[in-house]
C-alpha cells in the first residue's frame, strides 16, 4: 500500500517546455488534488476533483490543466512552463466524507 | 467555505504544551474542523478533527467552544521534533465541493 505516489520528484524546465506532473493513489479514493507551495507560503489549491472524468478549478488554476480518466490517477499539466511555475507541488486524495486527506511526497519544479 | 484565521508564528521551549487558535467566524452548521501538521519539504500530514466540545487522540487535542467560532489546538509537552508549521481548515464533512483549502498556518518554532 503505497498511498499517494508523485512522479516525478524534481524536475527542471525551460521557459516555454510543457510537462505532466502525475499522482496515483492506491486508497480508491473519491477526490483529489493539486496545490502549489512557494517558499515561505501554505498551500494553494490549483485543480481538483471529485471523482473519475471530473475536475474543477482551485483558486490558481491559471497555466494549468488537469485530467482524471481514471479513478487512481490526477495528471497535471504545464502547457507552456514560466519562472512563476516553479514550486513545490503536492498531491492530496481524500475520501467523499473528506475526513482526512494524505499527500504525496511533492515535486520540485523549477523553471528557467 | 468559511475563512480561518491563525497567528502567523509561535515559540515555544520544549516540554511545554502549546495552544495554537483558529478563528473562523462564519463556520457553517455542516463545517467540521481540521488540523494538519507540515515538517519542511514534506506533504501536509492531518493530526485532528473535530465538530463540537473536545477531542482528544495520541497526539493533539482539539477544544472547540458552543459557537464553534473558534478552536484551539493543543499539543501536550512538545519537543524540537514538533516544530512545524499548523494548518486549520474548516470544511462540510458530507464533501459537497470537495475543496479543501488552506490558509497560511502558524510556524511553530520549539526551542531547547
Known amino acids: 500500500n503505497a498511498g499517494v505516489t508523485q512522479t516525478p520528484k524534481f524536475r527542471v524546465l525551460k521557459t516555454g517546455q510543457s510537462m505532466t506532473l502525475l499522482c496515483a493513489q492506491d486508497?480508491?479514493?473519491?477526490?483529489m488534488y493539486w496545490y502549489r507551495q512557494d517558499p515561505g507560503m501554505g498551500l494553494r489549491l490549483i485543480h481538483y476533483?471529485?471523482?473519475?472524468?471530473?475536475?474543477a478549478k482551485g483558486e490558481v488554476p491559471d497555466g494549468y490543466n488537469v485530467s482524471r480518466l481514471k479513478k487512481q490517477n490526477f495528471l497535471l499539466g504545464l502547457e507552456s512552463a514560466a519562472p512563476s511555475q516553479t514550486s513545490v507541488y503536492f498531491c492530496?486524495?481524500?475520501?467523499?466524507?473528506?475526513?482526512?486527506?494524505?499527500f504525496g511526497q511533492g515535486t520540485r519544479l523549477t523553471v528557467v | 467555505l468559511a475563512k480561518t484565521t491563525q497567528p502567523i508564528s509561535m515559540d515555544s521551549y520544549e516540554g511545554q504544551e502549546v495552544n495554537i487558535t483558529c478563528s473562523h467566524n462564519?463556520?457553517?452548521?455542516?463545517?467540521?474542523i481540521t488540523w494538519y501538521q507540515q515538517f519542511p519539504s514534506q506533504g501536509p500530514r492531518f493530526i485532528i478533527q473535530?465538530?463540537?466540545t473536545k477531542v482528544t487522540n495520541e497526539v493533539a487535542s482539539l477544544f472547540i467552544p458552543a459557537d464553534r467560532k473558534s478552536s484551539t489546538l493543543s499539543l501536550p509537552r512538545v519537543s524540537l521534533s514538533d516544530t512545524a508549521v499548523y494548518y486549520c481548515?474548516?470544511?462540510?464533512?458530507?464533501?459537497?465541493?470537495?475543496?479543501?483549502?488552506f490558509g497560511q498556518g502558524t510556524t511553530l518554532q520549539v526551542k531547547p
Open positions: 492530496a486524495s481524500a475520501t467523499v466524507m473528506n475526513t482526512e486527506a494524505f
Open positions: 486508497m480508491n479514493h473519491e477526490y
Open positions: 476533483s471529485v471523482g473519475e472524468g471530473t475536475t
Open positions: 462564519n463556520i457553517a452548521t455542516n463545517d467540521y
Open positions: 473535530g465538530y463540537k
Open positions: 481548515l474548516v470544511g462540510d464533512m458530507r464533501g459537497n465541493t470537495g475543496k479543501l483549502i
